[in-house]
Structure formats: structure tokens, C-alpha cells
């Protein structure tokens, strides 16, 4: 007869299988406070490290590709931890845990021990920043990023975008427009260059967002340019990071900027816009579509990363036929 503990082992194998992993998170989390087993914390770490994962899917700082990828580590992970608690159901059965198993013990506290040292330095810059009176400017537009673009407005802009689930559509072209008026007034002057980058990236996107959400033709227009000269400025931004005098700085920065692809995000983006701006009669010309789209990372980028289900990415390879 199948234990409790196994059982539940079960559901958590269940839910990883069929890709819900959060789902698999949670009842791993209340196996182990139930249980109180030292794995307990283990646990909090994976759910923590796929948390940030999801976070950064939302505000777009991660391409589907790369989130998909960290999914896969997250899911080997959980199934290496329930795979190193076995004794915990075999013990009520009298069983010893085979070669097998400990082997995955092995592989499993790898894992860990990685997930820890990340966790670790991200604990390290938390605390670092915690000993500050007050947070800095480049703490507070990061803050705000993830709270309204990443949290309150992407999740519901992939449903009323890609699912037409219009009950959100108004909703989430206010907290857009509200968003972009908060991030607008921080001062460049107190601002690092890692966050005018994140800024000017969030406003591109949220612009895109309203662009692509307003039914009125002019607002299209309108919100496409604006969409667009943040996307420039973007890209200025990105540029002038070579340009820094202190050159371990730059190249901190420069590594920061290549692991979170914000080249190929700025380049996705204001396509996006440009054949928004097009489609809707603005001052964007064919060749400039195609230029825009001639300078993605490559051919495929569209499919690889999912954006060939959006209808403006339809519309360009019905439009531009020539293309394909």
C-alpha cells in the first residue's frame, strides 16, 4: 500500500511532469514543514530561485528561451531533492535506499550547493543594501519595475494581447500609462547606468504595450514614436557603456547587459513598434521595417522566442511577404 509520503512524492513527480512546476513547489514545501526535515530549506531555495525566474519572464528582461531553460534546471532540482529524500517513505517500508538514489544525492547537492552560492551573493547585495538609511534611487525605479511592469501589468498585457481576454484590456492600459508618468520622474542624475538602461527598456516596453492594446489609430501612431525614441535612447545607453572611464566598471556592466540580452530585447521591441507605427500610417517607412527586422539577432529569433504568435508579427510576414 502506497504511504502518505509517497503519495505525495507522487502528486510532486505528477506536477513537474506535466510543467507545473509551482504547483510541485508547494505541496514540496508543505511535505517538508509537516515532516520537519532539514530539506525544508532546501526546498525554500528552489521555490525562491523559481520566484526570481518567473519575475524576470514577466517584466521581459528574460527571452522565453532562457526562462524555459532555468525551468528545467528548477524541475531537475526538485526531483533530485525528492529523489534525495526517499528514505523518508522507504523507512516506513523497511527499504534501503539504492546506488541509484544516492548517486542523485550526489548530483543533487551540486545543484544546491550552486543554487546556494547564487542565493548567497543575492543575499550579500540585499543585506548590503538594507545597512543604507534609505534606498537609493537606482533601488527604487528597480523596485518599481518589477511591482507595476513586471507584476501588475505583463502577465494581464499576454492575456488581453495574446488570449483576447478583453475584461483586463482597461485595467492594464491605465496602470501602462500610470506606470510610465512614476518611472518618468526619477532624475538621471541620480540614477547608475545599469538602471537608466532598465528604465528606458521598461518604458519601450510599456509603450509597446499600449500601442499594441489601443483601438484608436492615432493613439497607435503616438504611442509607437514614443515606444520607439525610448527604444533609441536605449540603445544610446547601451552604447555609452564602453565610453565609461573606469574600465572594470564597464565590463561589470557590459556582462550584466550581455547575460540579460538587452540588445536583442531593445531589437525585438522597437521592431514590434515599427510595424505598429507602419501598419497604423505613421512616419515609419517599409524600409525601415525591414531594417529593424533585418537587425534581430537572427532569422528565427521571432519563432524561437514565441513572438510569431502576436497578431502585429502576423501581420508583418502577410505585409512583407517578400521576407520569408
Known amino acids: 500500500m502506497i504511504n502518505k509520503m509517497e503519495y505525495k512524492i507522487n502528486n510532486i513527480t505528477s506536477h513537474v511532469e506535466s510543467g507545473e512546476t509551482e504547483a510541485a513547489l508547494d505541496i514540496l514545501v508543505e511535505l517538508y514543514k509537516i515532516n520537519k526535515t532539514t530539506k525544508l530549506n532546501d526546498a525554500i531555495v528552489i521555490k525562491v530561485d523559481c520566484e526570481e525566474n518567473n519575475r524576470k519572464h514577466h517584466t521581459g528582461l528574460i ?21 534525495s529524500s526517499s528514505h523518508l517513505s522507504s523507512n516506513v517500508n523497511g527499504e534501503v535506499p539504492t546506488e541509484s ?34 534606498p537609493s534611487q537606482s533601488e527604487n525605479i528597480q523596485n518599481l519595475i518589477v511591482d507595476n511592469l513586471g507584476i501588475g501589468i505583463y502577465p494581464d498585457y499576454k492575456e488581453v494581447y495574446l488570449k ?15 506606470f510610465i508618468q512614476q518611472i ?13 538602461i532598465y528604465r528606458d527598456i521598461s518604458i519601450t516596453i510599456s509603450y509597446k504595450i499600449l500601442s499594441l492594446l489601443s483601438d484608436n489609430i492615432n493613439e497607435q501612431i503616438d504611442y509607437s514614436a514614443k515606444g520607439i525614441a525610448n527604444a533609441e535612447n536605449a540603445k544610446m545607453l547601451m552604447s555609452s557603456i564602453k ?22 530585447r531593445i531589437a525585438v521591441n522597437e521592431f514590434i513598434l515599427k510595424c505598429v507605427n507602419n501598419k497604423s500610417g505613421g512616419a515609419v517607412t ?7 527586422y533585418n537587425l534581430l539577432p537572427s532569422k528565427q529569433f521571432l519563432t524561437e522566442e514565441g513572438y510569431d504568435e502576436y497578431p502585429i508579427i502576423k501581420w508583418f510576414f502577410q505585409e512583407f511577404k517578400q521576407i520569408k
Do not use: M
Open 63 to 83: 527571452t522565453n528561451t532562457e526562462w524555459q531553460l532555468k525551468r528545467n534546471n528548477i524541475n531537475f532540482s526538485i526531483l533530485s531533492l525528492i529523489e
Open 101 to 134: 538514489s544516492k548517486s542523485k544525492k550526489k548530483l543533487w547537492f551540486i545543484t544546491f550547493f550552486v543554487g546556494c552560492t547564487i542565493l548567497a551573493v543575492s543575499l550579500f547585495f540585499h543585506y548590503q543594501n538594507q545597512s543604507n538609511p534609505k
Open 164 to 178: 483576447r481576454n478583453l475584461s483586463k484590456k482597461t485595467n492594464v492600459i491605465e496602470k501602462a500609462k500610470s
Open 184 to 196: 518618468s520622474f526619477f532624475d538621471d542624475k541620480q540614477l547608475d547606468l545599469n538602471a537608466k
Open 243 to 264: 565610453t565609461l572611464q573606469n574600465i572594470e566598471e564597464a565590463k561589470d556592466i557590459q556582462t550584466w547587459a550581455d547575460e540579460e540580452r538587452h540588445e536583442s
Open 286 to 292: 517599409r524600409e525601415q521595417v525591414i531594417q529593424s
